[in-house]
């Protein structure tokens, strides 16, 4: 296995360790190739939506995901994201997060 590859999946084991953060990259994966954010998020997992925000800034932070495009929603900024090209044609993510496509 190449450096690289080992540690992109390394890296994906890492931030994928936490649950919410596997049901969101599920979340975005059966939604591909639309993009989806937090409140989306939020709303289908049940969950606090300052929770769910912080879990996709980790996402990002590790570059697997990326905002498509923001919309002005009642005077605040609402972000859409998708999961960075690499990561949408990763059979071993979709087996992580129990996605069958």
């Given at each position: 296995?190449?450096?690289q590859e080992k540690d992109l999946r390394d890296e994906l084991m890492r931030v994928l360790r936490s649950p919410m953060r596997r049901e969101i990259v599920r979340l975005l994966l059966e939604q591909d190739p639309a993009a989806i954010?937090?409140?989306d998020s939020a709303e289908a997992?049940?969950?606090p939506l300052s929770n769910i925000a912080y879990h996709y800034r980790e996402l990002q932070k590790a570059q697997m995901i990326v905002c498509v495009h923001t919309e002005q929603v009642w005077g605040s900024t609402a972000h859409f994201y998708r999961l960075t090209p690499p990561l949408r044609e990763l059979p071993l993510l979709e087996?992580?997060?129990g996605v069958n496509r």
């Open positions: 296995m190449a450096k954010g937090p409140r997992l049940s969950g087996m992580i997060v």
